[in-house]
């Protein structure tokens, strides 16, 4: 069978989930027991978001081969259950870095470089990657912004001709927009997607299928409506209405049916879907038996994309406890040692998130050293697991002023140091350590029983870590060096073995964490939360709350 090419576009606004659509299809198209991944395509110039701020783009995402991507890869492999890669995000910048160093390398004979052909080319050779690699039977291709953004029309153009350089039977155009409801007018309002759809068509692509996002049901009237005047078969409208949980949005799509308007028009041989895990789990986030708060510190807590595999690594981990986790989210600069207590009145757990530079440094540590002090489970990951080491080096170890050299190159304690290879680095995109490291965890840790394993393996985004020259003082002091990197000796995991669960990680476990593979420590940590809860009456039960799932 020939790989099949299923091409999402947006339209009318932007922020309409696209990347839960193209998950949400995959997920059920997996479900089927079809081989599929997921790529995405952004018309941004910048090579990747590596450089963004979080302010910008959110999240940056880290694959297993340490790529830097959109967060929306979280989402596929989150859905899916797969493992993404550098191919899984291409951005415009990128495909013009490569087509300008190709033509560098006198590569196209003379010729005068143009974005037609040779940026379209670019990207369909980008697609046709995943695709020829044999590893698929359906790739399905988001394509990011909004259809009649300027910048995606090289886009447009490159899946126009795709169509017909793999087969138009190997193809298909699924076109997301919005259906709006007009309060005043109290109905719903089809002009935008017909105007959407237009602009598609007017680029040469025609959708085979709509996905209507919506507040309110399609009723047939407005269905018939969008068909006729988007040229699309009245059951290729689906309705997509908002969920409860992002989780729901694969069940909602079954019951539309998309995934068998998809397996018919591309004449895809499946087996009956099996999503019994899947709807075991959205059982268990819609209707769980309790409720704890935990607090996320850190400093772009106004932005929850920030931390957006945190967030839905706590979905995952909570549905395994039955219980939800409230995040309270903490602005780490307005934190003191004054004003800790009273802002984290009422939590069962503290995370300190991961970050780049001192902005705020200073409230972590505040948080840090409440959570070491008052017994209440501490999860520090990457910059929160190297503030735990610098809190401890001073409040425990009695070093004055540790820090790291990332926040004060002059410290008489320089705890937390930058890695050596990381010293005479200039470019700052891509230049981390980056990646799967392996972790070789001590027996009987907090970690190590988490996993249920010796040797594990997590994504990493940093270039600072914990001093090897100076690290004595902290075992000599009682904090544990509970997994370790066995290639380069560097420090993973710390733990305190006294308190009921407090472990910083130097990677980044969130990013593994699946519906189907919860994370292990962030498991863990929620079950310690849950513990320490129910002993301090800070869980709330939730039991005559409950909503049934749909099938
Ligand atoms: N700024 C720290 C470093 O580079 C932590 C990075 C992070 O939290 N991802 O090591």
Not at 83 to 112: C, F, H, P, W
Not at 267 to 293: H, M, Q, R, Y
């Amino acid at each position: 069978m020939s790989t099949k090419y299923i091409f999402v576009t947006g339209g009318v606004t932007s922020s309409l989930g696209k990347g839960i659509i193209c998950a949400s299809l995959g997920r059920l198209l997996v479900a089927r027991g079809l081989k599929v991944t997921v790529q995405k395509l952004d018309p941004y110039i910048n090579v990747d978001p590596g450089t963004m701020n979080p302010y910008e783009h959110g999240e940056v995402y880290v694959t297993d081969d340490g790529a830097e991507t959109d967060l929306d890869l979280g989402h596929y492999e989150r859905f899916l259950d797969i493992k993404t890669s550098q191919s899984n995000n291409v951005t415009t910048g990128r495909i013009y870095y490569d087509v300008i160093s190709k033509e560098r390398q006198g590569a196209y004979l003379g010729k005068t470089v143009q974005v037609i052909p040779h940026i379209t080319d670019e990207i369909q050779s980008h697609v046709l990657k995943l695709g020829q690699s044999g590893n698929y039977d359906v790739v399905i291709v988001e394509i990011g912004g909004t259809v009649g953004d300027i910048e995606s029309l090289p886009y447009i153009e490159a899946v126009r001709q795709l169509k017909y350089n793999v087969g138009r039977a190997n193809t298909l155009s699924i076109h997301l927009t919005l259906v709006p409801y007009l309060a005043a007018a109290g109905e719903l309002k089809t002009k935008p997607t017909q105007h959407s759809v237009k602009t598609l068509s007017e680029s040469g692509l025609q959708p085979d299928i709509l996905v209507c996002r919506t507040e309110h049901h399609l009723d047939e009237s407005i269905r018939s409506k969008v068909a006729r005047f988007c040229n699309v078969d009245l059951e290729d409208v689906i309705e997509s209405i908002d969920a409860r949980s992002i989780y729901e949005v694969p069940l909602l799509m079954q019951q539309q049916k998309l995934d068998e308007r998809v397996i018919e028009k591309l004449k895809l041989e499946t087996k009956e879907p099996n999503l019994d895990n899947w709807l075991g789990f959205v059982e268990a986030v819609c209707n769980p038996s309790g409720e704890i708060k935990i607090a996320l510190v850190g400093k772009y807590v106004e932005h929850h994309d920030s931390y957006k595999s945190i967030v839905e690594a706590f979905i995952h981990a909570g549905a395994v406890n039955d219980c939800k986790v409230k995040i309270i989210w903490i602005q780490s600069d307005n934190l003191t040692a004054k004003n800790v207590a009273k802002k984290l009145a009422g939590v069962s757990g503290i995370l300190v998130a991961p970050g780049f530079g001192g902005r705020g440094i200073e409230g972590k540590l505040s948080a840090v050293k409440y959570a070491r002090t008052n017994d209440i489970p501490f999860f520090g990951i990457c910059l929160g697991m190297q503030c735990a080491v610098i809190e401890y080096a001073r409040n425990v170890c009695g070093w004055d002023g540790a820090n790291s050299t990332e926040f004060d190159q002059e410290t008489e304690y320089p705890i937390i140091d930058i890695m050596p290879d990381q010293k005479d680095i200039e470019n700052m995109g891509g230049t981390m350590r980056l990646g799967k490291y392996a972790c070789k965890l001590e027996k009987g840790s907090y970690a190590q029983k988490a996993y249920g394993a010796e040797l594990v393996d997590e994504r990493h985004r940093h270039r600072y870590e914990v001093n090897n020259n100076l690290r004595y003082k902290l075992t000599e002091n009682g904090m544990k060096l509970t997994g370790m990197n066995p290639e380069r000796d560097l420090v993973e995991i710390v733990e305190i073995p006294e308190h009921p669960w407090f472990v910083g990680v130097q990677f980044h476990p969130e990013l593994r964490s699946t519906v189907n593979n919860p994370q292990p420590l962030f498991v863990d940590f929620v079950k310690a939360s849950v513990k320490y809860a129910k002993s301090n009456s800070t869980y709330s039960s939730l039991k005559e709350n409950k909503v049934a799932v749909e099938k």
